[in-house]
């Protein structure tokens, strides 16, 4: 079965400095992908990026890229640049199984890790 | 578009009593998903639709959650008898079949006293 191992509860950056929070997984699938979602204290769950297991090069979007490492089973989430805004939950969540011929099925999420960026 | 939609956003009920809560996905979405979120804890599967397949059901932590789902568009998460411990924000999110994110209503949050 999938997990999704998120072993920082929580974690504090400066403004305008980088952060890494850490993401290990573990799966028996060879095709597989992690994502990303964001909860501020509001509650909503934003999509930040996704990394695909057969993806050549890491995914970036705009301040966030992924620190893909297959043989370690990590998809650390690097955070570039930090904003005040950027204070929030971060969840790593994987598909409970990979389809191609349907649907990915439901997402596993680690327990998260709440960020706390500083001015 | 619209994004997914639930109602209510928030519900105060008393123990014993049903309560439904209600997801609009975005259009043309065929998965559709709740999860259950206790205050401070990460996200919990309940039940997963896709288009016209068998319900994924393996989520849901007892006989008194129930969830339907009208072809590809609204469900509705049904909860009997409600216990305290059913106090949690109910998340419900739609996709595409195919890999793609996950887009996320902004819950309801329900309080049983």
């Known amino acids: 079965a999938q997990k999704i191992t998120q072993t920082q509860p929580g974690m504090f950056v400066q403004e305008k400095e980088a952060v890494t929070l850490d993401c290990t997984y573990d799966t028996s699938d060879q095709s597989y992908g992690l994502f990303w979602y964001k909860q501020p204290s509001s509650g909503e769950m934003i999509f930040l990026i996704y990394?695909?297991?057969?993806?050549?090069q890491n995914a970036t979007e705009g301040r966030y890229s992924l620190n893909f490492q297959k043989a370690r089973k990590s998809a650390n989430l690097v955070i570039s640049a930090s904003q005040l805004g950027d204070s929030a939950m971060y969840f790593c969540?994987?598909?409970?199984?990979?389809?191609?011929?349907?649907?990915?099925?439901?997402?596993?999420f680690g327990k998260g890790t709440k960020l706390s960026v500083k001015p | 578009g619209a994004g997914v939609s639930q109602s209510p956003s928030n519900k105060v009920t008393e123990k014993g009593k049903d309560v439904e809560l209600r997801c609009d996905p975005i259009s043309g979405h065929t998965a559709l998903y709740w999860y259950r979120q206790r205050l401070g804890q990460g996200l919990e599967f309940l039940i997963y639709f896709q288009g016209n397949s068998a319900p994924d059901k393996s989520g849901l932590p007892s006989d008194r959650f129930s969830a339907e789902r009208t072809g590809e568009s609204v469900s509705t998460l049904t909860i009997q008898r409600t216990q305290q411990e059913d106090s949690a924000v109910y998340l419900c999110?739609?996709?595409?079949?195919?890999?793609?994110?996950?887009?996320f209503g902004n819950g309801t949050r329900l309080t049983v006293t």
């Open positions: 990394q695909g297991s057969y993806d050549e």
């Open positions: 999110a739609s996709s595409f079949a195919r890999v793609s994110p996950l887009h």
């Open positions: 969540a994987m598909p409970s199984s990979m389809n191609y011929g349907g649907s990915q099925g439901n997402l596993i």
